[in-house]
């Protein structure tokens, strides 16, 4: 069972989704038990914690709460449950919790907040009623390098839940949206990053009402993916699911799409101003292997750079190019950047020179670009930038490449995380 | 709702060859040995690789002599691969070959949803350029922090501890010696070897099971869980080899 709908203690509804992913592989050799287990665990302790809350605790007690108190608990159910496995089903050697390693994500979605935790490499989406999609969680962690992930198994495995938790308040006025929890497999079996919020997008507005269908599109995306196990949970708030808005691709008006539009789709509803309402989960899970291929076919409304002399340069092309490139699937702007973290705290700490890397724009424009958007402050003291005229607003190198507000955004917040990575 | 116009796709594997091409080994026809060992393992790698088509294996090669240069440039598919023979000549620019190898393990252009590249270095000698230099340059990509890395040490000249520092160490684990760079002594063993590599290792990276990450009560067990050896190579008083290096 990966969803689960209940009442809390104020007798308001609420909904739980989870989803887990055993490690292959002899030394995890029953990972496949110890994953279906950290489900029922995380449901189980965090059903109970709900429908038994006092009431007025509020967000910072429940934020806690899913940084600290309910990873505990369900650390602590997962390894009883495991161990009361082994001693039904004694096995050769010992008992270890290794031999059940698993990931696991949680996600909560009350009328008044919603929030997630867990620990390895689960991602999470939210899709808006429009169909745009974002990446909310993904696994950051420095030690978990090649398909290494964090788990349940690991002595400290609590600990590592704070840094996937999260708490969002809800307001009457948010709009509706849709939350697609999965495991690995989906992101890893999608060519870019932008086909994997599309097709989150999809499995989304999908619903449901296609649960059907479901089972045999994770299966293609497995057979035509990575070939790794997919599972993915499905949780809606307000009424998004129930009365689909047109796809993205037929909205998309400023540029031409790439491929034929659909056809065309009922107009959408006009948004609905209510308290949101918990909508249904759909929760599947599969594991198949295959190969094969795709097409790619998704165009997102973007700004228009402002119009530019046409280039002469092999890097001001690509570093164009590049901008254009950005600027066209914004909700994978902080994803991309993101990647490049260690590239903005090396150039913050002076490892990078940045002259060099604009002038590589040709081989790295995204590279480039990032060192030409490097703060003033911390540009070497022999290339200080040019004052701005007195009462005008500093403009940023990229405004010349027609960087789009979103890209410029992405950026800033990337360069204040790294100035958070950077030791004083 | 139709299935959405996305491009689903099998994971890249790259996987590169790093041949010390230096003068050495034009001795007792390692270069010639090193060759034909390559040509005939690519049946066998290209086999594997269709065997496990959620990974799409492409090769590329590295050789280093006085300088290092790409032998195989564009990552190639392995069913599409026709080995040119390398040439032995110079002395042993392996620092240089590390830099070249991490310039291409830089994201981009590597993708990334790459399964972990394969790196595997053979060399009869010593480096005679900045190796820790190469080796540290190297080390800085992540990619190659994740990469399965492997080395063959072609006689007794090789020097065994350059080749160790490059796959690193690894404790030993239960049931499991640490893991060392291999000893050809000969043709027949350095043919299995590379067979062992561009098979079973192949098998491994491309469909790697999800594991525990490093914590400091567990160290990693290695970016991927290497296969055994073939008997005959675990244990070198089994090779009888036509001629000892």
């Known amino acids: ?424 | 709702m139709p299935f959405p116009d996305v491009k689903l796709a099998n994971r890249p594997l790259h996987f590169l060859y790093l041949c010390d091409c230096s003068g050495s080994m034009a001795a007792s026809g390692k270069m010639q040995a090193l060759n034909q060992a390559i040509r005939q393992s690519l049946p066998g790698m290209a086999a594997v690789a269709r065997d496990n088509p959620e990974a799409r294996v492409l090769v590329r090669a590295v050789r280093f002599a006085d300088h290092a240069a790409w032998h195989i440039e564009a990552p190639t598919p392995v069913e599409q691969l026709e080995w040119r023979d390398l040439q032995a000549g110079g002395i042993t620019a392996m620092g240089e070959a590390l830099k070249l190898v991490a310039a291409a393990l830089q994201t981009p252009p590597m993708e990334v949803r790459a399964l972990p590249p394969v790196l595997v270095l053979i060399s009869d000698g010593q480096p005679t350029d900045d190796f820790s230099a190469g080796l540290e340059s190297l080390l800085r990509v992540p990619w190659a922090q994740k990469s399965v890395r492997l080395a063959i040490a072609l006689g007794h000249d090789a020097d065994l501890e350059v080749l160790q520092r490059f796959i690193g160490s690894e404790p030993a684990t239960a049931g499991r010696s640490p893991r060392r760079p291999l000893q050809a002594s000969n043709a027949t063993s350095l043919a299995q070897y590379i067979q062992w590599a561009s098979t079973a290792v192949v098998g491994a990276a491309s469909m790697p099971a999800s594991r525990v990450s490093e914590t400091p009560l567990e160290p990693a067990a290695g970016n991927i869980p290497l296969p055994d050896l073939p008997p005959t190579v675990l244990d070198p008083t089994d090779d009888v080899g036509p001629l000892v290096w």
């Open chain 1, 1 to 424: 069972m990966l969803c689960v709908e209940m009442c809390d203690a104020e007798g308001q509804p609420v909904m739980l989704m989870a989803v887990a992913d055993g490690h292959g592989g002899r030394r995890y050799r029953r990972s496949e038990v110890g994953s279906r287990l950290a489900c029922e665990s995380a449901l189980a302790v965090a059903g109970a914690a709900l429908a038994e809350a006092p009431p007025g605790k509020g967000q910072g007690g429940w934020s806690r709460w899913l940084a600290q108190d309910l990873p505990e608990a369900v650390q602590r159910r997962w390894l009883e449950a495991v161990e009361a496995h082994w001693h039904n089903n004694p096995g050769d050697g010992d008992f270890e919790p290794l031999l059940y390693g698993s990931t696991l994500g949680l996600v909560v979605m009350t009328p008044r907040w919603w929030g997630h935790t867990g620990l390895g490499d689960w991602d999470l989406v939210r899709v808006e009623a429009d169909g745009r999609a974002r990446l909310l969680e993904e696994e950051n962690e420095p030690t978990a390098l090649g398909e290494a992930t964090c788990s349940l198994c690991q002595p400290r495995a609590a600990a590592l839940f704070a840094r996937r938790a999260g708490l969002h308040p809800l307001s009457p006025e948010e709009r509706d949206f849709a939350l697609v929890l999965c495991t690995d497999g989906i992101r890893k079996s999608c060519a870019t990053d932008g086909d994997f919020l599309t097709l989150a997008a999809w499995l989304a507005r999908t619903g449901a009402e296609a649960a059907g269908t479901l089972p045999e599109a994770l299966d293609r995306i497995s057979r035509e993916g990575s070939g790794d196990d997919v599972t993915v949970t499905i949780g809606r708030i307000g009424c998004l699911g129930e009365e689909l808005p047109p796809p993205l691709q037929a909205q998309a008006s400023e540029t031409p799409p790439m491929k034929p539009s659909p056809p065309a789709a009922p107009p959408p509803s006009p948004p609905q101003r209510r308290r949101p309402a918990i909508g249904r989960a759909v929760a599947i899970g599969l594991a198949l292997a295959a190969a094969g291929g795709g097409a790619l076919g998704l165009v997102w409304p973007r700004t228009q750079p402002p119009q530019q002399a046409t280039p002469t340069s092999p890097g001001l092309r690509a570093a164009l190019a590049e901008v254009e490139r950005l600027c066209s699937q914004p909700a994978t702007l902080p994803l991309e950047l993101r990647r490049r973290r260690e590239l903005f705290v090396a150039l913050r700490q002076g490892r990078q020179d940045p002259a060099r890397l604009k002038a590589a724009a040709a081989s790295d424009p995204l590279a480039a670009l990032i060192a030409a958007d490097l703060p003033a402050r911390d540009l070497p003291e022999d290339k200080p930038p040019a004052d701005p005229p007195p009462g005008a607003r500093p403009r940023r190198p990229l405004h010349a490449l027609g960087a789009c507000p979103a890209l410029l955004e992405a950026l800033s917040r990337q360069w204040a995380e790294s100035t958070a990575a950077t030791p004083p």
